[in-house]
């Protein structure tokens, strides 16, 4: 394998999912996993391994710049979190227990559908506006919001990102920058888990292409999350949106070299 196409793929692999993380607290896996099997033919198993552990430090170094900026709910989050985790594993064990390889698909084409959506009709809540829920029935929303997410994760096998800021925007009525300053925060130690769980099951990759895909994912996201808590809220949910929807192509493109 060339040196310089295992440098170009992890380059424009890091960069989409690094994006996708700092602007849209979206899972590296939906664009690290597909780059890396289709162009480099790692092993799917491993694969996932390596776009998990991109996005734990790219999750966490976004998940700083957006609290710094006050714009992540640390205390829903935790509550979310372990809701998320819990119901990832039942998601699971019922996806074992039936036939689901079409749902592979799904949080691809619903990065596109939702980077149309803050095209189209843009996140314009307030901070204020999120001030005026009860921490009690926000606690509840959390709890109930991390149940589906997390049962959703587990039986598709990818898409948390894009479910948790889905549900926060649409259902929790977070304003855009906490969204996704709390899923980046939520995505930091669920991609742990995974990742640990990975190289434990499936041993360590190939190292260089393991470093340069988190380097250049953690490089992106830090850039983007800078960007994205400067931007107005109006400019976000457009840079926001073209991005989900180039990624989105991108991804479903790739597969089709599958």
């Not at 799917?44 to 996005?55: E, N, Q, R, T």
């Not at 019922?94 to 959506?117: N, Q």
């Not at 606690?139 to 800021?165: D, E, K, N, W």
């Not at 906490?178 to 640990?196: D, H, L, P, R």
């Amino acid at each position: 394998m060339k040196l310089l196409t295992i440098i170009l793929v992890t380059f424009l692999a890091g960069m989409g999912a690094g994006l996708g993380t700092g602007f849209a607290g979206m899972s590296a896996a939906a664009v690290i996993s597909p780059m890396l099997i289709t162009f480099l033919g790692i092993d799917p198993y491993m694969a996932v391994g390596i776009a998990l552990s991109s996005d734990v430090l790219a999750s966490a170094v976004s998940a700083y710049t957006y609290g710094k900026n006050k714009n992540l709910d640390v205390k829903n989050g935790l509550i979310m979190m372990v809701t998320v985790l819990l119901f990832t594993v039942v998601g699971s064990y019922v996806s074992s227990l039936v036939p689901s390889r079409t749902m592979g698909s799904f949080s691809v084409f619903m990065t596109f559908l939702l980077g149309i959506k803050f095209i189209v009709k843009p996140v314009m809540t307030t901070k204020e506006a999120m001030g005026q829920v009860s921490a009690k029935k926000r606690a509840l929303q959390s709890v109930i919001c991390g149940v589906m997410i997390g049962f959703i994760c587990g039986f598709v096998g990818a898409g948390g990102g894009m479910m948790m800021l889905l549900i926060l925007t649409s259902v929790l009525g977070y304003e855009l920058k906490t969204a996704v300053g709390t899923s980046v925060f939520i995505m930091a130690f669920t991609a742990f888990t995974g990742a640990a769980s990975h190289f434990a099951i499936g041993g360590l990759p190939d190292p260089l292409v393991w470093i340069l895909c988190v380097v250049f994912t953690l490089i992106w996201a830090r850039i983007a999350a800078v960007f994205a808590n400067k931007a107005t809220p109006k400019t976000l949910n457009r840079v926001t949106g073209v991005i989900l929807v180039i990624l989105g192509i991108a991804v479903m493109a790739f597969s089709l070299f599958s």
